[in-house]
Protein backbone atom coordinates (compact mmCIF):
# COMPACT_ATOMS: atom_id res chain seq x y z
CA UNK A 1 0.00 0.00 0.00
CA UNK A 2 1.23 3.67 -1.02
CA UNK A 3 2.15 5.57 2.15
CA UNK A 4 0.09 9.36 2.50
CA UNK A 5 3.62 11.12 1.80
CA UNK A 6 4.40 8.73 -1.23
CA UNK A 7 0.31 9.71 -2.60
CA UNK A 8 0.89 13.23 -1.82
CA UNK A 9 4.12 13.18 -3.22
CA UNK A 10 3.15 12.06 -6.42
CA UNK A 11 -0.45 13.89 -6.34
CA UNK A 12 2.06 16.89 -5.96
CA UNK A 13 4.02 16.15 -8.78
CA UNK A 14 1.09 15.04 -11.39
CA UNK A 15 -0.40 18.32 -10.15
CA UNK A 16 2.63 20.96 -11.24
CA UNK A 17 2.93 18.94 -14.46
CA UNK A 18 -0.59 19.49 -15.44
CA UNK A 19 -0.26 23.37 -14.29
CA UNK A 20 3.14 23.55 -16.28
CA UNK A 21 2.20 23.03 -19.67
CA UNK A 22 -1.27 21.54 -20.00
CA UNK A 23 -4.58 23.57 -20.72
CA UNK A 24 -6.81 20.27 -21.08
CA UNK A 25 -10.31 21.34 -21.13
CA UNK A 26 -12.66 23.99 -21.11
CA UNK A 27 -11.17 26.70 -19.13
CA UNK A 28 -8.50 25.07 -17.89
CA UNK A 29 -8.05 22.12 -15.38
CA UNK A 30 -10.42 23.84 -12.70
CA UNK A 31 -12.72 25.70 -15.43
CA UNK A 32 -12.54 28.66 -13.54
CA UNK A 33 -10.27 30.51 -16.98
CA UNK A 34 -7.14 31.39 -14.87
CA UNK A 35 -3.79 30.32 -16.31
CA UNK A 36 -1.50 28.50 -14.40
CA UNK A 37 1.23 30.71 -16.23
CA UNK A 38 3.38 33.32 -14.66
CA UNK A 39 6.09 35.81 -15.33
CA UNK A 40 3.78 36.96 -18.15
CA UNK A 41 4.42 40.25 -19.75
CA UNK A 42 2.86 43.06 -17.83
CA UNK A 43 2.58 45.54 -20.93
CA UNK A 44 2.58 45.30 -24.37
CA UNK A 45 4.48 46.96 -27.05
CA UNK A 46 2.45 49.31 -29.76
CA UNK A 47 2.29 46.78 -31.93
CA UNK A 48 1.31 43.66 -29.61
CA UNK A 49 3.14 40.21 -28.62
CA UNK A 50 4.79 38.75 -31.03
CA UNK A 51 3.48 36.20 -33.35
CA UNK A 52 4.72 32.99 -33.21
CA UNK A 53 2.69 30.95 -35.96
CA UNK A 54 -0.97 31.14 -37.54
CA UNK A 55 -3.00 28.67 -38.36
CA UNK A 56 -5.37 29.04 -41.41
CA UNK A 57 -7.14 25.37 -42.18
CA UNK A 58 -9.43 24.87 -38.86
CA UNK A 59 -12.60 25.44 -40.76
CA UNK A 60 -15.75 27.16 -39.70
CA UNK A 61 -17.32 26.86 -36.59
CA UNK A 62 -16.74 28.64 -32.88
CA UNK A 63 -15.29 25.59 -30.79
CA UNK A 64 -12.16 26.63 -28.54
CA UNK A 65 -8.89 24.91 -27.81
CA UNK A 66 -7.59 22.70 -25.51
CA UNK A 67 -3.46 22.15 -25.02
CA UNK A 68 -2.38 18.92 -23.50
CA UNK A 69 1.23 17.08 -24.38
CA UNK A 70 2.86 19.60 -26.36
CA UNK A 71 -0.92 19.35 -29.07
CA UNK A 72 -3.71 21.74 -29.20
CA UNK A 73 -6.97 20.56 -30.10
CA UNK A 74 -9.99 21.98 -31.48
CA UNK A 75 -12.69 21.69 -33.95
CA UNK A 76 -13.73 22.76 -37.19
CA UNK A 77 -16.05 22.27 -40.24
CA UNK A 78 -14.26 21.06 -43.37
CA UNK A 79 -15.40 19.98 -46.31
CA UNK A 80 -19.13 19.60 -45.05
CA UNK A 81 -17.98 17.56 -42.03
CA UNK A 82 -17.33 18.33 -38.66
CA UNK A 83 -13.66 17.34 -37.27
CA UNK A 84 -11.71 17.09 -34.73
CA UNK A 85 -8.48 18.71 -35.20
CA UNK A 86 -4.72 18.21 -33.73
CA UNK A 87 -2.11 20.45 -34.07
CA UNK A 88 1.79 20.59 -32.96
CA UNK A 89 0.87 23.45 -30.26
CA UNK A 90 4.11 24.54 -30.85
CA UNK A 91 4.15 25.08 -34.72
CA UNK A 92 0.51 24.91 -35.37
CA UNK A 93 1.33 22.11 -37.81
CA UNK A 94 -1.70 19.75 -38.21
CA UNK A 95 -1.19 16.07 -37.34
CA UNK A 96 -4.40 14.30 -37.24
CA UNK A 97 -8.08 14.98 -37.69
CA UNK A 98 -11.28 12.83 -36.89
CA UNK A 99 -14.45 13.27 -38.00
CA UNK A 100 -17.11 14.62 -35.28
CA UNK A 101 -20.51 14.74 -36.73
CA UNK A 102 -22.61 15.78 -39.65
CA UNK A 103 -22.60 20.03 -40.56
CA UNK A 104 -24.41 21.94 -37.96
CA UNK A 105 -25.93 24.85 -40.10
CA UNK A 106 -27.17 27.98 -38.50
CA UNK A 107 -27.44 31.51 -39.08
CA UNK A 108 -24.96 32.54 -36.59
CA UNK A 109 -22.52 30.68 -38.67
CA UNK A 110 -22.36 26.31 -39.38
CA UNK A 111 -20.14 24.28 -37.65
CA UNK A 112 -19.01 23.31 -33.89
CA UNK A 113 -18.80 25.34 -31.01
CA UNK A 114 -17.51 23.25 -28.47
CA UNK A 115 -13.98 22.81 -26.89
CA UNK A 116 -12.24 19.48 -26.75
CA UNK A 117 -11.53 17.63 -23.20
CA UNK A 118 -8.25 15.64 -23.09
CA UNK A 119 -8.03 12.63 -20.46
CA UNK A 120 -4.72 10.89 -20.54
CA UNK A 121 -4.23 9.76 -24.10
CA UNK A 122 -8.27 10.20 -25.01
CA UNK A 123 -9.85 13.30 -26.31
CA UNK A 124 -13.30 14.04 -26.55
CA UNK A 125 -14.68 16.44 -28.87
CA UNK A 126 -18.64 17.07 -29.40
CA UNK A 127 -20.04 18.23 -32.53
CA UNK A 128 -22.83 21.12 -33.35
CA UNK A 129 -25.48 18.08 -33.66
CA UNK A 130 -24.59 16.68 -30.53
CA UNK A 131 -22.17 13.83 -31.87
CA UNK A 132 -19.81 12.92 -29.06
CA UNK A 133 -16.75 10.75 -29.57
CA UNK A 134 -13.58 9.60 -27.98
CA UNK A 135 -10.32 9.49 -30.24
CA UNK A 136 -6.75 8.51 -29.34
CA UNK A 137 -4.66 11.65 -28.73
CA UNK A 138 -1.64 9.86 -30.75
CA UNK A 139 -3.55 9.64 -33.64
CA UNK A 140 -7.05 10.52 -33.48
CA UNK A 141 -8.67 7.22 -34.12
CA UNK A 142 -12.04 6.96 -32.86
CA UNK A 143 -12.70 4.80 -30.08
CA UNK A 144 -16.69 5.34 -29.88
CA UNK A 145 -19.27 8.09 -30.37
CA UNK A 146 -22.65 8.89 -29.29
CA UNK A 147 -25.27 10.87 -30.20
CA UNK A 148 -26.77 13.16 -27.49
CA UNK A 149 -30.13 13.34 -29.97
CA UNK A 150 -30.46 9.50 -31.00
CA UNK A 151 -28.57 7.28 -28.53
CA UNK A 152 -29.18 10.00 -25.49
CA UNK A 153 -32.90 11.21 -26.38
CA UNK A 154 -31.64 14.31 -26.09
CA UNK A 155 -32.70 17.61 -27.79
CA UNK A 156 -30.77 20.10 -30.57
CA UNK A 157 -31.47 23.55 -29.61
CA UNK A 158 -31.23 26.32 -31.83
CA UNK A 159 -27.69 27.49 -31.83
CA UNK A 160 -26.69 23.43 -31.69
CA UNK A 161 -25.18 21.52 -28.69
CA UNK A 162 -22.13 24.00 -27.22
CA UNK A 163 -21.02 22.20 -24.20
CA UNK A 164 -17.64 20.94 -23.41
CA UNK A 165 -17.78 17.81 -21.82
CA UNK A 166 -16.18 17.41 -18.35
CA UNK A 167 -14.47 14.25 -16.96
CA UNK A 168 -14.89 13.14 -13.47
CA UNK A 169 -12.94 9.67 -12.32
CA UNK A 170 -14.05 6.97 -14.76
CA UNK A 171 -17.04 9.11 -16.53
CA UNK A 172 -17.49 11.34 -19.33
CA UNK A 173 -20.60 13.88 -18.16
CA UNK A 174 -22.82 15.49 -20.51
CA UNK A 175 -25.94 17.12 -21.12
CA UNK A 176 -28.15 15.97 -23.21
CA UNK A 177 -31.26 16.99 -21.93
CA UNK A 178 -34.61 15.60 -22.12
CA UNK A 179 -37.18 13.16 -20.51
CA UNK A 180 -33.92 10.60 -20.03
CA UNK A 181 -32.73 13.50 -17.47
CA UNK A 182 -30.71 16.62 -18.00
CA UNK A 183 -27.22 15.47 -17.36
CA UNK A 184 -26.00 12.08 -18.34
CA UNK A 185 -22.66 10.33 -17.04
CA UNK A 186 -21.07 7.49 -19.49
CA UNK A 187 -18.22 5.41 -18.94
CA UNK A 188 -15.38 7.12 -20.37
CA UNK A 189 -13.80 3.95 -21.78
CA UNK A 190 -17.19 2.64 -23.33
CA UNK A 191 -19.57 5.34 -24.07
CA UNK A 192 -21.88 3.36 -22.43
CA UNK A 193 -24.61 5.21 -19.98
CA UNK A 194 -23.82 5.03 -16.30
CA UNK A 195 -26.63 6.97 -14.77
CA UNK A 196 -28.76 10.02 -15.76
CA UNK A 197 -30.25 12.73 -13.75
CA UNK A 198 -33.65 11.18 -13.15
CA UNK A 199 -35.46 14.02 -10.94
CA UNK A 200 -34.18 16.70 -13.26
CA UNK A 201 -35.35 16.45 -16.76
CA UNK A 202 -34.93 20.08 -18.41
CA UNK A 203 -34.02 20.56 -21.80
CA UNK A 204 -30.22 21.10 -22.35
CA UNK A 205 -28.74 24.92 -22.60
CA UNK A 206 -25.24 26.14 -24.00
CA UNK A 207 -23.69 25.96 -20.29
CA UNK A 208 -21.16 23.40 -19.16
CA UNK A 209 -21.00 21.47 -15.99
CA UNK A 210 -18.22 22.52 -13.53
CA UNK A 211 -16.90 20.24 -10.78
CA UNK A 212 -16.73 21.57 -6.89
CA UNK A 213 -16.15 20.45 -3.42
CA UNK A 214 -18.41 21.04 -0.65
CA UNK A 215 -18.35 19.86 2.98
CA UNK A 216 -15.61 17.62 1.79
CA UNK A 217 -17.30 16.11 -1.41
CA UNK A 218 -17.69 16.38 -5.04
CA UNK A 219 -20.31 18.16 -6.51
CA UNK A 220 -21.23 18.84 -10.43
CA UNK A 221 -23.05 22.10 -11.20
CA UNK A 222 -24.76 22.85 -14.06
CA UNK A 223 -26.84 25.24 -15.48
CA UNK A 224 -30.53 25.10 -17.57
CA UNK A 225 -32.98 27.51 -18.83
CA UNK A 226 -34.69 27.82 -15.38
CA UNK A 227 -32.27 25.93 -12.67
CA UNK A 228 -28.90 26.11 -11.52
CA UNK A 229 -28.10 22.56 -9.41
CA UNK A 230 -25.65 20.19 -8.18
CA UNK A 231 -25.45 16.08 -8.38
CA UNK A 232 -23.37 13.41 -6.86
CA UNK A 233 -21.16 12.73 -9.75
CA UNK A 234 -21.21 8.55 -8.38
CA UNK A 235 -24.82 8.72 -8.78
CA UNK A 236 -26.35 11.28 -10.23
CA UNK A 237 -28.40 12.07 -7.66
CA UNK A 238 -29.84 15.76 -7.23
CA UNK A 239 -28.32 16.82 -3.99
CA UNK A 240 -29.74 20.31 -4.55
CA UNK A 241 -31.62 23.01 -7.03
CA UNK A 242 -32.17 26.48 -7.37
CA UNK A 243 -34.30 28.45 -9.38
CA UNK A 244 -32.59 30.49 -12.32
CA UNK A 245 -34.88 33.33 -14.47
CA UNK A 246 -33.35 32.75 -17.91
CA UNK A 247 -34.50 33.94 -21.13
CA UNK A 248 -33.88 32.89 -24.62
CA UNK A 249 -31.11 31.19 -24.15
CA UNK A 250 -28.54 30.48 -21.09
CA UNK A 251 -25.00 30.30 -22.11
CA UNK A 252 -21.68 31.16 -19.45
CA UNK A 253 -20.48 28.40 -17.49
CA UNK A 254 -21.01 28.82 -13.36
CA UNK A 255 -18.41 29.88 -11.16
CA UNK A 256 -17.36 28.21 -8.08
CA UNK A 257 -16.95 31.12 -5.05
CA UNK A 258 -15.67 29.07 -2.95
CA UNK A 259 -17.39 28.29 0.80
CA UNK A 260 -20.53 27.02 -0.76
CA UNK A 261 -20.96 30.23 -2.99
CA UNK A 262 -22.56 29.62 -6.57
CA UNK A 263 -22.78 31.96 -9.20
CA UNK A 264 -24.25 32.35 -12.11
CA UNK A 265 -25.23 35.08 -15.27
CA UNK A 266 -26.84 34.88 -18.33
CA UNK A 267 -27.70 37.74 -20.88
CA UNK A 268 -31.24 38.53 -22.49
CA UNK A 269 -31.37 41.02 -19.75
CA UNK A 270 -31.55 38.30 -16.73
CA UNK A 271 -28.63 39.62 -14.95
CA UNK A 272 -26.90 37.33 -12.15
CA UNK A 273 -27.51 35.01 -9.37
CA UNK A 274 -25.32 34.34 -5.97
CA UNK A 275 -26.55 31.15 -3.75
CA UNK A 276 -24.80 30.30 -0.61
CA UNK A 277 -25.12 26.06 0.02
CA UNK A 278 -25.47 25.26 3.28
CA UNK A 279 -23.46 22.30 5.12
CA UNK A 280 -27.01 20.21 4.11
CA UNK A 281 -26.82 21.40 0.73
CA UNK A 282 -29.84 23.77 1.52
CA UNK A 283 -29.84 26.40 -0.95
CA UNK A 284 -29.66 30.37 0.46
CA UNK A 285 -30.32 33.38 -2.79
CA UNK A 286 -27.74 36.08 -1.65
CA UNK A 287 -28.78 38.05 -4.96
CA UNK A 288 -30.82 37.30 -8.01
CA UNK A 289 -32.04 38.94 -11.25
CA UNK A 290 -29.18 41.45 -10.17
CA UNK A 291 -28.46 44.00 -13.36
CA UNK A 292 -24.95 44.59 -12.72
CA UNK A 293 -23.57 41.61 -14.79
CA UNK A 294 -25.89 40.48 -17.77
CA UNK A 295 -23.16 38.09 -18.94
CA UNK A 296 -24.69 37.22 -22.66
CA UNK A 297 -21.31 34.56 -23.75
CA UNK A 298 -17.82 35.83 -23.50
CA UNK A 299 -17.74 34.63 -19.65
CA UNK A 300 -16.64 36.25 -16.44
CA UNK A 301 -13.78 35.59 -14.14
CA UNK A 302 -13.54 35.45 -10.47
CA UNK A 303 -9.90 36.90 -9.10
CA UNK A 304 -9.90 38.10 -5.34
CA UNK A 305 -13.29 37.94 -4.19
CA UNK A 306 -14.23 40.32 -7.60
CA UNK A 307 -16.06 39.08 -11.30
CA UNK A 308 -14.87 40.86 -14.06
CA UNK A 309 -16.32 40.53 -17.57
CA UNK A 310 -18.56 42.05 -20.20
CA UNK A 311 -22.28 43.41 -19.07
CA UNK A 312 -24.62 43.60 -21.74
CA UNK A 313 -25.38 47.06 -22.31
CA UNK A 314 -23.30 48.48 -19.58
CA UNK A 315 -19.96 47.63 -20.44
CA UNK A 316 -17.21 45.56 -19.36
CA UNK A 317 -17.59 45.03 -15.44
CA UNK A 318 -15.65 44.52 -12.36
CA UNK A 319 -18.29 43.00 -9.20
CA UNK A 320 -18.04 42.35 -5.81
CA UNK A 321 -18.93 38.42 -5.73
CA UNK A 322 -19.81 38.73 -2.01
CA UNK A 323 -22.82 41.44 -2.61
CA UNK A 324 -23.03 42.09 -6.07
CA UNK A 325 -22.49 45.47 -6.09
CA UNK A 326 -20.45 47.30 -9.34
CA UNK A 327 -16.91 48.03 -8.13
CA UNK A 328 -16.42 49.58 -11.47
CA UNK A 329 -17.27 49.57 -15.19
CA UNK A 330 -15.70 50.23 -18.61
CA UNK A 331 -17.18 51.03 -21.70
CA UNK A 332 -14.29 51.99 -24.06
CA UNK A 333 -14.16 48.75 -25.21
CA UNK A 334 -16.64 46.39 -26.94
CA UNK A 335 -18.20 43.56 -25.77
CA UNK A 336 -16.11 40.03 -25.77
CA UNK A 337 -14.59 37.15 -24.10
CA UNK A 338 -12.32 37.00 -21.55
CA UNK A 339 -9.96 34.95 -19.58
CA UNK A 340 -7.13 35.47 -16.10
CA UNK A 341 -3.32 35.17 -16.31
CA UNK A 342 -0.93 36.63 -13.81
CA UNK A 343 -2.63 39.75 -12.61
CA UNK A 344 -3.74 40.45 -15.98
CA UNK A 345 -7.32 40.10 -18.03
CA UNK A 346 -7.17 39.37 -21.71
CA UNK A 347 -10.54 40.77 -23.90
CA UNK A 348 -11.07 40.02 -27.18
CA UNK A 349 -13.59 42.44 -28.81
CA UNK A 350 -15.56 40.56 -30.54
CA UNK A 351 -16.18 42.55 -33.62
CA UNK A 352 -13.00 43.87 -34.70
CA UNK A 353 -10.53 41.69 -33.44
CA UNK A 354 -8.80 44.06 -30.93
CA UNK A 355 -7.07 42.06 -28.47
CA UNK A 356 -6.46 44.41 -24.97
CA UNK A 357 -4.35 43.51 -21.70
CA UNK A 358 -5.75 45.10 -18.94
CA UNK A 359 -4.91 44.99 -14.85
CA UNK A 360 -7.45 42.98 -12.66
CA UNK A 361 -7.80 45.38 -10.21
CA UNK A 362 -10.54 47.25 -8.74
CA UNK A 363 -9.56 50.27 -8.95
CA UNK A 364 -10.63 50.57 -12.31
CA UNK A 365 -9.34 49.18 -16.90
CA UNK A 366 -6.08 49.92 -16.26
CA UNK A 367 -5.31 48.99 -20.16
CA UNK A 368 -1.55 47.86 -20.58
CA UNK A 369 -1.59 47.43 -24.39
CA UNK A 370 -3.45 46.26 -27.54
CA UNK A 371 -3.20 44.52 -30.75
CA UNK A 372 -6.09 43.58 -33.97
CA UNK A 373 -6.09 40.00 -34.98
CA UNK A 374 -4.61 40.10 -38.59
CA UNK A 375 -5.64 38.20 -41.05
CA UNK A 376 -9.51 38.12 -40.13
CA UNK A 377 -11.36 35.14 -41.47
CA UNK A 378 -13.65 36.45 -44.37
CA UNK A 379 -15.97 33.30 -43.93
CA UNK A 380 -17.34 34.36 -41.19
CA UNK A 381 -20.92 34.86 -41.05
CA UNK A 382 -21.87 38.12 -40.66
CA UNK A 383 -24.02 37.76 -37.83
CA UNK A 384 -21.50 35.88 -35.90
CA UNK A 385 -18.49 37.37 -33.92
CA UNK A 386 -14.80 36.19 -32.84
CA UNK A 387 -16.20 34.39 -30.13
CA UNK A 388 -13.50 31.15 -29.27
CA UNK A 389 -12.17 32.62 -25.46
CA UNK A 390 -8.66 33.85 -25.67
CA UNK A 391 -6.31 31.05 -23.93
CA UNK A 392 -3.00 31.38 -22.18
CA UNK A 393 -0.55 28.33 -21.28
CA UNK A 394 2.94 27.78 -21.72
CA UNK A 395 3.43 31.35 -22.34
CA UNK A 396 1.62 31.47 -25.45
CA UNK A 397 -1.64 33.24 -25.96
CA UNK A 398 -4.11 31.34 -28.56
CA UNK A 399 -6.94 33.24 -30.45
CA UNK A 400 -9.50 31.75 -32.81
CA UNK A 401 -11.39 33.31 -35.72
CA UNK A 402 -12.95 30.90 -37.74
CA UNK A 403 -10.25 29.04 -39.76
CA UNK A 404 -7.81 30.90 -38.34
CA UNK A 405 -5.75 29.75 -35.08
CA UNK A 406 -3.12 32.03 -33.53
CA UNK A 407 -0.66 31.87 -31.26
CA UNK A 408 1.62 34.74 -29.97
CA UNK A 409 4.52 34.77 -27.20
CA UNK A 410 3.39 36.55 -24.06
CA UNK A 411 6.55 35.73 -21.96
CA UNK A 412 8.13 37.88 -20.05
Known amino acids: MNSPLAVWIAGFTLTAALHAADWPQWRGPSRNDHSPDKGLLKSWPESGPKSVWTFKNAGLGYSGYSVAGGKLFTMGLRDGK ?4 ALDASTGTELWAADAGEKYPNGWGDGPRSTPTVDGDRVYAMGGQGMLICAKVADGKVLWQKSLQTDLGGKLQGWGYTESVLIVGDKVLCTPGGAKGTLAALNKLTGDVVWRT ?5 EAQYSSPILIQHGGKPQVVQLVGQKVFGVDPATGKTLWSARFPGRVAVIPTPIDGGEGRIYVTA ?3 VGCQMIQLGADNSVTTVYENNKVMKNHHGGVVLVDGHIYGHSDGYGWVCQDLKTGNEVWVHKGFGKG ?21 VEASTSGWNQKGSFKLSPLSQQRNPQGGIWPHPVVVNGHLYLRDQEFVYCFNVKG
Not at 337 to 357: P, Q, T
Open 198 to 202: ADITD
Open 82 to 85: EQLI
Open 267 to 269: GYG
Open 337 to 357: AIHYADGMLYCVNEKSGEVAL
